[in-house]
């Protein structure tokens, strides 16, 4: 069974999926983030792929992106990094976060066979029209049973939702504003609201919430109004008080949350 159908099987609220760069701040960076992440209790690691032009992301990640290709990170390695910490860290969900250019051109027949070799178990490409989602990756999605995982904002049609519940699998991850990753004090009320609008539909799939948690306010906020919250770039932060200490920088955006 796909690791993150297991995690949804027998947890359903209270899901902490952390997300961070392969490659930062150090190119050899990527599996001890991983191990630190699942010996502090994380529940899901969500690894970036570097990419020059990372469109849905703020600063703090776009930055890291600069770095860890300044490392020297590929598509190649990050593979290869991500099956030794599979070795390591049998149970934990590893979704892989990245752009169609890359893909593209590491070859998306190769891409899937090899990331499912390396133990991901999903895949979200912010940039991938549904369309072209249906006609050129459902099909490998479901041969490597690597599940294609897609975003909605609040300006998302309800009509796009149902057809993205019925015909994608994994989670669908819940953007909470029409804008890049960050971090906000407070959830307003319009999000509030596109929160409960989201749920009250009574989608088969999990939902998440990701795009602006940094503190214990809007992390509950998410946690109340869906299966579990994704955190970014509060944990790049972290990462950077925590001058590259993988251990510590968990802890730190742990304390942030109030867990």
Same mark, same amino acid.
């Given at each position: 069974m796909n690791r993150l159908t297991d995690l949804f099987g027998k947890k359903h609220k209270d899901i902490l999926s952390v997300f961070f760069t392969a490659g930062y701040p150090q190119a050899d960076s990527t599996v001890p983030v991983i191990e630190a992440l699942a010996a502090r209790g994380v529940d899901m690691v969500e690894i970036g792929i570097p990419f020059s032009d990372p469109m849905a992301d703020g600063p703090v990640i776009q930055a890291s992106n600069t770095r860890a290709l300044s490392n020297g990170m590929t598509l190649h390695i990050l593979l290869n990094q991500i099956k030794t910490a599979r070795e390591k860290v049998s149970d934990m969900p590893f979704i892989l &976060?990245?752009?169609?250019?890359? !893909? &593209?051109?590491?070859? !998306? =027949?190769? *891409?899937f066979q090899d990331a499912n070799n390396s133990g991901v178990d999903g895949l979200i490409i912010p940039d991938l029209p549904f369309d072209d989602y249906l006609t050129d990756f459902k099909q490998l999605s479901v041969k490597y049973d690597i599940p294609v995982i897609m975003l909605i904002t609040p300006e998302t049609s309800p009509e796009r939702i149902r057809l993205i519940d019925e015909h994608c699998d994994g989670f669908i991850y819940m953007v909470s504003a029409a804008s890049t990753t960050g971090t906000r004090e407070i959830y307003d009320e319009n999000q509030l609201d596109y929160f409960r609008r989201i749920s009250n539909m009574n989608l088969r799939h999990n939902r998440l919430i990701g795009f602006g948690i940094s503190n214990? !306010?809007? *992390? =509950?906020?998410?946690?109340?109004?869906a299966s579990g919250a994704i955190i970014g770039s509060q944990f790049i932060r972290c990462l950077d008080e925590a001058e590259g200490n993988p251990t510590e920088a968990v802890d730190l955006l742990l304390s942030s949350i109030g867990k």
């Amino acid at each position: 069974m796909n690791r993150l159908t297991d995690l949804f099987g027998k947890k359903h609220k209270d899901i902490l999926s952390v997300f961070f760069t392969a490659g930062y701040p150090q190119a050899d960076s990527t599996v001890p983030v991983i191990e630190a992440l699942a010996a502090r209790g994380v529940d899901m690691v969500e690894i970036g792929i570097p990419f020059s032009d990372p469109m849905a992301d703020g600063p703090v990640i776009q930055a890291s992106n600069t770095r860890a290709l300044s490392n020297g990170m590929t598509l190649h390695i990050l593979l290869n990094q991500i099956k030794t910490a599979r070795e390591k860290v049998s149970d934990m969900p590893f979704i892989l &976060m990245g752009y169609l250019n890359p !893909i &593209m051109h590491y070859g !998306i =027949d190769t *891409f899937f066979q090899d990331a499912n070799n390396s133990g991901v178990d999903g895949l979200i490409i912010p940039d991938l029209p549904f369309d072209d989602y249906l006609t050129d990756f459902k099909q490998l999605s479901v041969k490597y049973d690597i599940p294609v995982i897609m975003l909605i904002t609040p300006e998302t049609s309800p009509e796009r939702i149902r057809l993205i519940d019925e015909h994608c699998d994994g989670f669908i991850y819940m953007v909470s504003a029409a804008s890049t990753t960050g971090t906000r004090e407070i959830y307003d009320e319009n999000q509030l609201d596109y929160f409960r609008r989201i749920s009250n539909m009574n989608l088969r799939h999990n939902r998440l919430i990701g795009f602006g948690i940094s503190n214990s !306010i809007t *992390f =509950d906020q998410a946690q109340k109004h869906a299966s579990g919250a994704i955190i970014g770039s509060q944990f790049i932060r972290c990462l950077d008080e925590a001058e590259g200490n993988p251990t510590e920088a968990v802890d730190l955006l742990l304390s942030s949350i109030g867990k």
